[in-house]
């Protein structure tokens, strides 16, 4: 699928794009996820109208003009134009079209967030503690009070320059949701399962097509204020 650049790309679709390079990944849902952002359609009503395509060979979605022939069996090729100029073309099997009524809720709440983004920074600079039902990808300076309710088993993995690093993914809820954490280092061994912790300063990213938290290590922080029955100062 081939979309026209657009001059200071948005967050989303930047995030969309590392999505669809990875390994797994449903490119053709991706793609149509990213079309969606670009002209401000609802997954929903752009899936409606691409089953309407498929049938009646034409149909519409917001100002996108949509045409269809059917490529395979279990696939389409979608013509998509704006003003009577082409815009995009994608083929599309019918699995990825289908995948377009139940969106992961990460990915909802990034098309639909998108647009306050461009409009004003994304960061939490109240110092207040958030929740993580509100978070969001892209969303910087987060505090989070949650629970370590669960923690991986301890991987080593090398750095792009060959450095040897110890990794472990920590989850953490908060009544309203769960993240994963990744902990490096030093970091494994500094909070444990059931811990209460405070995160300053994270931000939040995807690995893998999930949200998770990164805390800076020179400008974030992670602390215990309950852990093992007793208070922690």
């Known amino acids: 699928m081939t ?3 657009r001059t200071g790309m948005s967050t989303a679709i930047k995030s969309l794009r590392s999505l669809a390079n990875e390994r797994g990944s449903d490119r053709n849902f991706i793609y149509l996820l990213m079309l969606a952002r670009k002209y401000d359609l609802e997954p929903i009503a752009l899936h409606d109208a691409l089953v309407k395509a498929s049938r009646n060979k034409k149909s519409t979605c917001g100002p996108i003009s949509i045409e269809s022939r059917e490529l395979e069996e279990h696939s389409f090729s979608f013509m998509f134009s704006q003003n009577d100029r ?9 699995y ?33 503690e958030g929740r993580i039902a509100d978070l969001r990808i892209g969303l910087k300076h987060v505090n989070l009070r949650a629970k370590v309710i669960d923690k991986s088993q301890v991987r080593a993995v ?16 908060d009544g309203t949701g769960e993240i994963r954490l990744p902990l490096w280092n030093h970091q494994i061994e500094s909070i444990a399962k059931n811990d209460i912790v405070v995160i300053r300063e994270a931000s939040v990213g995807h690995f893998r097509g999930q949200m998770q938290l990164s805390v800076p290590r020179r400008t974030g922080s992670i602390s215990i204020v309950h852990s093992a029955g007793r208070i922690v100062p």
Request: charged letters at 30%.
């Open 86 to 94: 082409a815009v995009a073309q994608t083929a599309v099997s019918k």
């Open 96 to 128: 990825s079209l289908a995948r377009l009524r139940e969106v992961p809720p990460e990915l909802t709440r990034l098309l639909r967030d998108q647009r306050a983004r461009d409009r004003h920074p994304i960061a939490n600079d109240s110092g207040k």
């Open 3 to 5: 979309l026209r650049a």
């Open 158 to 173: 090398q750095s792009r320059d060959g450095t040897p690093l110890a990794v472990c993914s920590a989850t953490l809820s």
